[in-house]
């Protein structure tokens, strides 16, 4: 079998990145091998890595590495690694269910028919109802080969580490790494954490971060002076 026959050519993804750049304009820089749905919108400031599929919302100033495939409403100022995947879909396998196949819960099944005439058990889980299985929020890091389970919420300023594998809600500041993802620390101390929740500096103007981008970079004179 010759299977370059399933390699899309090279023209297909230039006319995919035309129709995707004259959709979302200059708010997103797109390599020429991403995948964007339709659906998709982009805040500004935007960037999707190579051989990226994304379908989603994504604030200002995010952006997504190569190779990743995520549906997921993402906040302002994340950066999402290579190789980062939200897995969508569940299947039963605990009692009462006899078999995991959606051919004997889910009326609808990838090959168009069913044992069963409706649905016994939700295949779905939203973070963010009713279209997005996976919510990330503003100024989180995503590190490199990260699987997230959907129904998960990534709160704002989180870090998974890489190859983390996230099965639960993570809340505002952690740090997590491991399979199943733990949380193993904080960014800073409680306090701090706190202030930086009430601020969220992220929804500040263009111009206010062009102006003090210093303060970014110093934790103690952003809270002194941002508080």
């Known amino acids: 079998m010759n299977f370059s026959l399933f390699i899309p050519p090279p023209y297909c993804y230039w006319i995919r990145w035309i129709i995707s750049k004259f959709r979302f304009g200059n708010k ?19 960037y999707i890595g190579s051989h990226t ?10 952006y997504i590495s190569s190779n990743s495939n995520i549906t997921a409403r993402i906040g302002r100022f994340s950066s999402i690694g290579p190789r980062v995947n939200t897995i969508q879909g569940r299947h039963p396998f605990h009692k009462p269910f006899v078999s ?7 009326s609808m099944t990838l090959f168009g028919k ?11 889980k939203y973070a963010y109802p009713p279209y997005f299985t996976v919510s990330i929020g503003s100024d ?29 809600d993570i809340p505002p500041y952690a740090i997590v790494g491991g399979v199943p993802g733990k949380i193993l620390g904080y960014r800073y101390d409680e306090d701090i954490c706190n202030k930086l929740t009430a601020i969220k500096w992220w929804d500040k103007s263009i111009d206010w971060l062009n102006k003090n981008n210093h303060l970014l ?6 809270i002194k002076i941002c508080s």
Do not use: Q
Request: with cysteine; glycine share 10%; aromatic share 16%.
């Open 140 to 168: 989180c890091w995503i590190g490199a080969d990260v699987k997230i389970i959907s129904g998960v919420n990534i709160h704002d300023g989180a870090v998974i580490l890489a190859g983390a594998i996230v099965t639960k």
């Open 217 to 222: 970079r110093d934790i103690d004179l952003f």
């Open 114 to 124: 069913s044992f069963v005439d409706k649905s016994y058990f939700k295949e779905y």
């Open 53 to 62: 599929y994304f379908n989603g919302m994504m604030g200002r100033g995010s």
């Open 28 to 46: 997103v820089k797109l390599s020429y091998t991403a995948v964007i749905s339709p659906k998709s919108s982009f805040e500004g400031l935007n």
């Open 100 to 106: 995991s196949s959606p051919f004997f819960f889910s």
